[in-house]
Every structure is written in C-alpha cells, then in structure tokens.
C-alpha cells in the first residue's frame, strides 16, 4: 500500500470522523449501486465459483471491475487528492476515471454533462429496463465469488517465526507499508489456496496461494509509541512471507 494507505503509527493525522451513516447524500448511494453492478457484469466472473453465464446478459460492460480494481484506483491518486476528498468522492473518481480510459464515455463528454448538472438541468430519463442484468446483479448479491481455490501446501506452519518482504509495488499491493522487514508468528494456517482479482505484477500476488494470519508485536513495529498488552494480526498471502531467525 502507498503511503496514503499505509498509515499505522502515524500521528496528528486528526480530527478523526466520528460519521456512522453509510451514505451521507443521495449520490453516493448511486455511485455504491453503479460499483456493484460493475463487479456483478465483470468478465472476471466467468471463471469465478460459482460459475456465471454472462454471455445469456445483455450487457455492453466487458471489462474485468473487482474491490482490488476499484482500490487501485484510489491507490493510484496524489496523497493530496487523497486526502481532500471524501470516501465515495474517491470512487467517483476512479470509477469515472476507469470509463474513460476504458472507451465507454469520453472525458468531453464526461466534463459535458457534469457542466449540465452543476447548472441544474435535469438528469436524463432512466434507460429502458434490462430484466436479465437486474438478474445478474441480483444474483451476485446473493451468491458473490469465491477466492478460494485449490493449490500447493503451505510452507509455514501454526507457530513459525516469518520476516515480511519489502516487495516493490507497482499500481496495487496488499501489504500493509508498516509491517515491510518486520518479523512475527504465523497464528492461523486458512485451509486451502486463496487468488488476488488480478495479478500484480513484481508485487506478487494473483496466483491462488495460502493465506496465513501472522501475529505481530506492536513494540517490534512502532517501539515505544505502541500500547502495551496487545498484539497486531495481518492476513498475509505468502508470497509477502520468508522464514524469519
């Protein structure tokens, strides 16, 4: 994770939200519902558990849109950026940016209508109804995918001491920046091999490959800053993991 997503420790980050409504405004239901029915329509599901038709949907979407797309997105913005905009803010963001430069709308046209609706003009009529991707949608609310998969043995063991690596990142990464070089006990061995949405790349992951839940001492992260009398856990896939002293 980039450094706007690696955060642990760091102090003076303040005033910390306190906001437990899931959705403050109106759009940002809207923007939720469009990110659903992109992972719902994504061409990654044909080779997913459980098994999708998506050649009986009469969609037009044909592109693969997962949670680790979507956080590439927002990993991929300026700190700054970041920072400045809200939660739903940064899906806006990147799921327009994804449109564009994947060719379903142009960023004229993009600016055009954002132009429109600024000025008040009313939205377009909805689109006629589509049965078969409601369906689709529905369906994968109810049944989701699956990462898990059949795969190699584990090398590591309940109890044994593993190092973190300090892998390069490229566009996405699953490693928390905090725990790079730092040392703990794996805790839980999750049964079976588990893939990433995509691969990527130097970084390591994509593969199905076993899972582990790794036990680390927070004085061994952040020394005397941490809270006595607690430990931190991180799922780790294993290609973040070597044998630690």
């Not at 003009?121 to 369906?139: F, G, H, L, N, R």
């Not at 996405?172 to 079976?192: A, F, I, M, Q, S």
């Not at 036990?215 to 973040?240: C, H, M, Q, R």
């Amino acid at each position: 994770m980039k450094l706007q997503h690696s955060l642990g420790g760091v102090q003076n980050l303040g005033p910390v939200s306190t906001e437990t409504r899931p959705f403050v405004e109106a759009w940002e239901k809207r923007i939720f519902g469009i990110h659903v029915a992109m992972m719902a329509l994504s061409r990654h599901l044909k080779d997913a558990l459980p098994k999708y038709d998506l050649d009986q949907v009469s969609s037009i979407f044909h592109h693969d849109w997962t949670w680790g797309h979507l956080r590439t997105g927002a990993e991929g913005m300026n700190p700054f950026d970041y920072f400045k905009f809200r939660y739903y803010e940064k899906w806006l963001g990147g799921i327009s940016g994804f449109f564009v430069d994947s060719g379903y709308v142009s960023q004229a046209e993009l600016d055009k209508r954002s132009a429109q609706l600024r000025s008040g003009q009313a939205p377009p009529p909805a689109a006629s109804q589509t049965p078969d991707i409601d369906a689709q949608v529905e369906k994968y609310l109810r049944e989701g995918d699956s990462p898990h998969r059949a795969g190699a043995a584990p090398k590591f063991a309940v109890g044994a001491r593993v190092q973190v690596r300090d892998v390069p990142p490229v566009a996405h990464t699953r490693l928390p920046g905090y725990l790079r070089n730092k040392t703990g006990v794996v805790d839980v061995v999750y049964e079976g091999c588990y893939g990433y949405f995509f691969s990527t790349g130097p970084d390591g992951i994509g593969a199905p490959m076993p899972v582990y839940c790794v036990k680390f001492d927070p004085k061994d992260i952040w020394g005397t800053l941490s809270e006595p009398n607690s430990y931190v856990y991180a799922d780790l896939f294993e290609a973040y993991l070597d044998a630690g002293a």
